[in-house]
Nanobody, 121 residues
C-alpha cells in the first residue's frame, strides 16, 4: 500500500495563509499525480489542486490565484500554499495520489486521512 502523510492545517482568520504538505511512501511505486481535494460540511468532496509528474497543474476555479501547489519529485512530497483564505475555504483537506504499480490488482489511487482547515470571518 501507499501511505500519505499529511501535515499542516489549523485555524486562521480571513485573509491569512496556511500551508499543507503531503508525503507519499510505501512499496515501490511511481507517483503520477498528487494534490488535494476538500470537503466542507454538507458538500461533496471537490478538487483543490493537483500536479502531475510533468509539472502540469490543475486548480479549482475557486482557488486559482490564491493557492499554489508544488512538489519535490525526489521525496514524493507535495506542498500547497494557501493565501488569502476565506471562510469558503473551511473544509477537511484530503491529500490524493495517483500511482503506477507493477501489481495490476493494486489500487492506483490513495487518500490521506484529511487535515482540517478553518477560516474565521
Amino acid at each position: 500500500q501507499v501511505q500519505l502523510a499529511e501535515f499542516g492545517g489549523g485555524e486562521v482568520q480571513a485573509g491569512e495563509s496556511l500551508s499543507l504538505s503531503c508525503k507519499a511512501s510505501g512499496s515501490a511505486f511511481i507517483l503520477n499525480a498528487i494534490g488535494w481535494y476538500r470537503q466542507a460540511p454538507g458538500n461533496q468532496r471537490e478538487l483543490v489542486a493537483t500536479m502531475n509528474m510533468d509539472g502540469a497543474t490543475n486548480y479549482a476555479d475557486a482557488v486559482k490565484g490564491r493557492f499554489t501547489i508544488s512538489r519535490d519529485y525526489d521525496t514524493h512530497t507535495a506542498y500547497l500554499q494557501m493565501n488569502m483564505l476565506g471562510p469558503e475555504d473551511t473544509a477537511i483537506y484530503f491529500c490524493h495520489a495517483d500511482v503506477t504499480r507493477a501489481d495490476p490488482f493494486s489500487p492506483r489511487e490513495f487518500w490521506g486521512q484529511g487535515t482540517r482547515v478553518t477560516v474565521s470571518s
